[in-house]
Every structure is written in C-alpha cells, then in structure tokens.
Nanobody, 125 residues
Framework: QVQLVESGGGLVQAGGSLRLSCAAS??????????MGWFRQAPGKEREFVAA????????RYADSVKGRFTISRDNAKNTVYLQMNSLKPEDTAVYYC????????????????WGQGTQVTVSS
C-alpha cells in the first residue's frame, strides 16, 4: 500500500513560481523502483500527464507543454517528490495530482496504481 499527500498549491500571477510536494508513505512503496508522476485536471478537461520520475531518479519525462518550465525531483531521505513550476501561465490552472506506478509506461494515467487527493493551482493573468 502507498499513501500520497500533495501540498504547495495556491494562487500565483502569470510568470510566477510554485513548488508542489508529494509525501509518500507505506510499507511497500519502495519495494520496486516505482514511477512517480504528476498529473493535472482543469475544469471540463481530461486528466493529463505533466511529469514523471522513478524513485531512483531515472526515466525523467515531461509533457511538451511544461518542458523547460517545470522540473520534477525527489528527496529519498524525506520520501518526497517535488514539482518546481516556473514561468507559470493561466493555462496551467488545474488540480494537480501526485501518483505512483509499478509499471513501465509513465505517461498514461490508467497505468498508475495510487493517487493523492490533489492540490489546486490557480494562475491569474
């Protein structure tokens, strides 16, 4: 079992920055080199992939829409995954979710086994 808790969302002006955190816990979350992903869902839209990293730090993946602006990282000592978001745009406004998978494909939401409750990110124009 894996439990995930997101934090760090809020309101920011366009061009600003936010840092999201995902705290992971559970007795078996590090049994595999799990993929840790960030997804987002805006009102009226499907949940979409944002970024992913494996617990080992390998296999970094980014959506084209955030490449060069967002950075995913992890701190194994704190069992925490981060999403540093810079140069934010109004279209980044969404609920952001942390997720974990034991699978190989890190981009599809259907491949993920565990999900957090989400944290709201709002970017004003």
């Amino acid at each position: 079992q894996v439990q995930l808790v997101e934090s760090g969302g809020g309101l920011v002006q366009a061009g600003g920055s936010l840092r999201l955190s995902c705290a992971a816990s559970g007795r078996t979350f590090n049994t595999y080199d799990m993929g840790m992903g960030w997804f987002r869902q805006a009102p009226g839209k499907e949940r979409e992939f944002v970024a992913a990293i494996r617990w080992s730090g390998t296999s970094l993946r980014y959506a084209d829409s955030v490449k060069g602006r967002f950075t995913i990282s992890r701190d194994n000592a704190k069992n925490t995954v981060y999403l540093q978001m810079n140069s934010l745009k109004p279209e980044d406004t969404a609920v952001y979710y942390c997720a974990a998978t034991t699978g190989w494909d890190l981009r599809g939401p259907k491949n993920y086994d565990y999900w957090g409750q989400g944290t709201q990110v709002t970017v004003s124009s």
